[in-house]
C-alpha cells in the first residue's frame, strides 16, 4: 500500500532563506508527483507536476526534483518571502484514473 | 483563468440529515473527484467520475454516497444520513483528458455535522 511521508511537518523561516521540504513514498509506481499549496480554510493550488520520467520541473522560484527509484522528492522555494506561508503538500497519482494519493504536508511560516 | 467553484461553502447539518454539495468543474473537463480532509488530518480521496459513471472510489465511500452529474455542468455529492464523522472539508477537482493529470480543485465546503 502506498504511502505518502512528508518531512519536516513545519518550519518557521526568516524571509530570504531558502526553503528545502521533502516527500517521501513507498511504492516506485507511480505516474507522477505533484506538488500543492494549502492556504487556511481554502482549496489546494497546484505547483509543480513532474511525471514519473522526469528528474525536476522549475516554475519561477519553485524546483521539485523526483528521485523515484529512491521514492524521493525534493521542492526547493529560493529566497522566501512572507506570501510564502501556507501548507504544502505533495501527492502521486498511481493509477490512469487520476486518483491521488497524499502526504500529510509542511506547514511553512516565513518571518519578515 | 477558469475555476472550479464549489457551494455552499460552509455547511451546518444535525446527524441523520441528507446533505448535497455542489461542484461546478471547469466547462472542457472530463474527470472529476471528490476528496476530503478531516481536521488535521491528511487530505483523502472519495471517488472519480468519468463518462457519467463512477471510475473509482475509496473505502470510504459507501452506501451513504453518492455522486451525480445531473445536467453536464454541476457535479453532485450526496450524504444520505449524515454522522459526527462526515465533519470534514469536503474537495471537488476535476481535470482536462487522459493523460493530462493536471488538477483543478475547487476550495470547498466545509461541513459541520452536529
Redesign the interface.
Known amino acids: 500500500k502506498q504511502e505518502v511521508t512528508q518531512i519536516p511537518a513545519a518550519l518557521s523561516v526568516p524571509e530570504g532563506e531558502n526553503l528545502v521540504l521533502n516527500c517521501s513514498f513507498t511504492d516506485s509506481a507511480i505516474y507522477n508527483l505533484q506538488w500543492f499549496r494549502q492556504d487556511p480554510g481554502k482549496g489546494l493550488t497546484s505547483l509543480l507536476l513532474i511525471q514519473s520520467s522526469q528528474r525536476e520541473q522549475t516554475s519561477g522560484r519553485l524546483n521539485a526534483s523526483l528521485d523515484k527509484s529512491s521514492g524521493r522528492s525534493t521542492l526547493y522555494i529560493a529566497a522566501s518571502q512572507p506570501g510564502d506561508s501556507a501548507t504544502y503538500l505533495c501527492a502521486v497519482v498511481t493509477d490512469s484514473w487520476g486518483k491521488l494519493q497524499f502526504g500529510a504536508g509542511t506547514q511553512v511560516v516565513v518571518t519578515p | 483563468e477558469p475555476e ?1 467553484t464549489q457551494t455552499p461553502s460552509h455547511q451546518v447539518t444535525q446527524m441523520g440529515q441528507e446533505v448535497i454539495l455542489r461542484c461546478v468543474p471547469i466547462s472542457n473537463h472530463l ?1 472529476f ?1 471528490w ?1 476530503r480532509q478531516i481536521l488535521g ?5 472519495l471517488v ?1 467520475f ?1 463518462n457519467n459513471e463512477i ?2 472510489k475509496s473505502e470510504i465511500f459507501d452506501d451513504q454516497f453518492s455522486v451525480e452529474r445531473p445536467d453536464g455542468s454541476n457535479f453532485t455529492l450526496k450524504i444520505r444520513s449524515t454522522k459526527l464523522e462526515d465533519s470534514a472539508m469536503y ?1 471537488c ?1 476535476s ?1 482536462e483528458r ?1 493523460g493530462d ?8 465546503t ?1 461541513l459541520t455535522v452536529v
Open positions: 472550479v474527470y473527484y476528496y488530518q491528511k487530505v483523502e480521496f472519480s468519468y471510475s473509482e474537495f477537482a481535470r487522459q493529470y493536471g488538477y483543478t480543485f475547487g476550495s470547498g466545509r
